[in-house]
C-alpha cells in the first residue's frame, strides 16, 4: 500500500516533503522506450527460466527415477548441491569461468580457434548467460520437487506400460507428466516469480543491468530508480506496474493452465 502510496509522488527519499504528482510517474513510464526493453527482457528472462528450470528438471527426474539402476542417491546429491551456494559467489565463479580472455572456457575454446565473446557487454547473450547462472542456482532445488512428485506415481502404472513395450517418451509425456501435472504448475509459478528476484543478485554483480539496459529487468530498474538515481515515485510506479502484471499472469494461467491439472484424489 505504501509503495502504491508513493507512486503518486515526487521524491528523492531525502527531502522530507513529497510532491503530488498523480499518474506523472505512470505517464512518463509509459512514455520511457527503456521501460518497453526492460519488459522485453523480462519476459525473455521468463521464456529461458520456464525452459531450463521446468522443462529440463523434469525429463531429468523422470530419467533419474525410472530409467538409471544405479547412483540415483549420488545423481540426486550432485544436482541438488548448487542450491546451497550463494548467488554472489555463484556469480563470480561464473565471471572467472566464462572471462573471455582467461577463462577456463576461453583457454578450451582458444585450442579449436574460436574466440570467446565478451558476454557482458554483449545485448542478448548476456541475459542468456544470467538466465543460465540463476538456472544453475535453482535447477537443483525443482529437480528434488519434480522428482519427489515423479516417484509418487504408482509403479504397477508404469510397469503395466513397460510390459506394453510403450516407449519411454510416451511414458512421460502421456503418463508421468499428468500425473504430476499439479507439482508441475507448482514449479512453474513459483520459478517464474522466484527465478526473477534470484535474476537481481547476477545482474547487479555482473552486468549492472547493462550493456544499455540489455540485462535489466523490471525488479532490477525499480531498485536503479529508488537507489541508485533517488526517484522513488518512478520505481514505485515500475513495483505497481510489475505486480498488476504478475497478477495477470497467475490469473491467466489458473484459468486455462489449471483446469487441465490432475490431482491424485480426484
Request: contains cysteine; proline residues 5%.
Amino acid at each position: 500500500m505504501y509503495t502504491l502510496y508513493l507512486s503518486f509522488f515526487d521524491w528523492n527519499m531525502i527531502r522530507p516533503d513529497k510532491e503530488f504528482v498523480g499518474l506523472k510517474n505512470y505517464i512518463d513510464l509509459f512514455m520511457n522506450p527503456v521501460f518497453y526493453k526492460v519488459l522485453k527482457n523480462t519476459f525473455l528472462y521468463i521464456l529461458i527460466l520456464a525452459i531450463v528450470n521446468c522443462a529440463i528438471p523434469y525429463i531429468f527426474a523422470f530419467v533419474c527415477h525410472f530409467v538409471f539402476e544405479r547412483f540415483k542417491e549420488f545423481y540426486k546429491i550432485a544436482i541438488f548441491m548448487p542450491a546451497f551456494i550463494s548467488l554472489v559467489v555463484g556469480s563470480m565463479i561464473f565471471m572467472w569461468i566464462l572471462n573471455p580472455l582467461s577463462g577456463p572456457v576461453a583457454l578450451l575454446l582458444r585450442n579449436f580457434s574460436i574466440t570467446l565473446p565478451v558476454w557482458n557487454i554483449t545485448e542478448g547473450l548476456a541475459i542468456v548467460v544470467i538466465s543460465l547462472i540463476t538456472s544453475w542456482r535453482v535447477f537443483g532445488y525443482n529437480f528434488i520437487i519434480l522428482y519427489a512428485a515423479v516417484s509418487g506415481i504408482a509403479p504397477d502404472v508404469i510397469e503395466a506400460a513397460k510390459l506394453d513395450n510403450v516407449p519411454l517418451y510416451k511414458v512421460f509425456k502421456d503418463i508421468v507428466m499428468p500425473m504430476s501435472s499439479a507439482t508441475g504448475l507448482y514449479i512453474f509459478v513459483i520459478t517464474t516469480v522466484m527465478g526473477l528476484q534470484y535474476i537481481y543478485t547476477p545482474i547487479s554483480v555482473l552486468t549492472k543491468g547493462g550493456p544499455n539496459d540489455g540485462s535489466s529487468n523490471l525488479l532490477y530498474l525499480s531498485y536503479h530508480e529508488a537507489f541508485v538515481v533517488f526517484n522513488s515515485g518512478n520505481s514505485a510506479a515500475i513495483s505497481m506496474v510489475t505486480i498488476i502484471l504478475f497478477a495477470i499472469f497467475i490469473v491467466i494461467l489458473f484459468k486455462f493452465v489449471e483446469s487441465r491439472v490432475h490431482y491424485e484424489n480426484e
